[in-house]
């Protein structure tokens, strides 16, 4: 038997326990989220309202998926990686495990979920990265273990970061740039 939370109205994150996921089919609909074919879930996942997992998702022990997030076929998240509201992985998207993605809050208190971070389909996060709210990674990009984007940080496709590299709010990196690792950019800056 298999758990996953999803959210129940003035009771919050609850604990639904099923053996295959169309198990819960009733409770995906009532809180419109849609799982594709193949896709396997590892215990203690939370799903908030609105999700929707393309097919063949793989999500590891204790996600969190913030209210309408949306994953790309193929996509794959290292355990307890945390998305915030309305984040958007494209097709084949990989995440270390422990990556953040405009979640701010620690479960059980009241907190506001970061928004809207985008990555373009095959990008790659190795583990432990954060990326602030808004952030937006072209199609390709590749950032190594430990990275951290502040708020609104935008990357051209097939950027490569090096582990350990910090951004600043707002930096923006054209299209195949490469930095290395533990490189730090202040905000606002801006690499062509």
Request: glycine share 24%.
């Amino acid at each position: 038997m298999k758990n996953l939370y999803l959210q129940v109205t003035q009771k919050g994150w609850v604990a639904f326990d099923y053996n295959d996921l169309s198990d819960l089919s009733y409770e995906f609909s009532i809180r419109n989220i849609r799982i594709g074919n193949g896709c396997r879930l590892g215990n203690d996942c939370r799903l908030g309202y609105g999700c929707i997992l393309g097919n063949d998702c793989r999500l590891g022990y204790g996600c969190i998926l913030g209210n309408d997030c949306e994953l790309g076929d193929g996509c794959i998240l290292g355990y307890g990686c945390k998305l915030g509201d309305d984040c958007e992985l494209g097709d084949g998207c990989e995440l270390g495990y422990s990556c953040i993605l405009g979640y701010d809050c620690e479960l059980g208190n009241d907190c506001e979920l970061g928004d809207g971070c985008r990555l373009g389909y095959g990008c790659k996060l190795g583990n432990d990265c954060e990326l602030g709210d808004g952030c937006r990674l072209g199609n390709g990009c590749i950032l190594g273990d430990g990275c951290i984007l502040g708020d609104g940080c935008e990357l051209g496709y097939g950027c490569i970061l090096g582990d350990g590299c910090i951004l600043g709010d707002g930096c923006e990196l054209g299209y195949g740039c490469i930095l290395g690792d533990g490189c730090i950019l202040g905000d606002g800056c801006e690499l062509g």
